[in-house]
């Protein structure tokens, strides 16, 4: 994450789940979250980190 770049009231796409560290580092620096989840592949029998995927539709009435 590049919160160098991070201006106050800037908003920043959070996909969930994330890495703990990115939500205080983000508030740190005055951004906004926009929280964004990422949907699991229910129908495979063991997931992995690639079996999460994007709507990308949902991502579109994100704000």
Not at 24 to 33: E, R, T
Not at 41 to 46: C, F
């Amino acid at each position: 994450m590049f919160t160098a770049f991070i201006n106050p009231g800037d908003e920043v796409i959070m996909f969930e789940p994330f890495f703990d560290q990115y939500l205080p580092s983000v508030v740190f620096h005055g951004g906004k979250c926009v929280y964004v989840p990422l949907h699991p592949d229910l129908s495979k029998p063991k997931l992995t980190s690639d079996d999460w995927k994007i709507n990308f539709e949902e991502l579109r009435y994100v704000h």
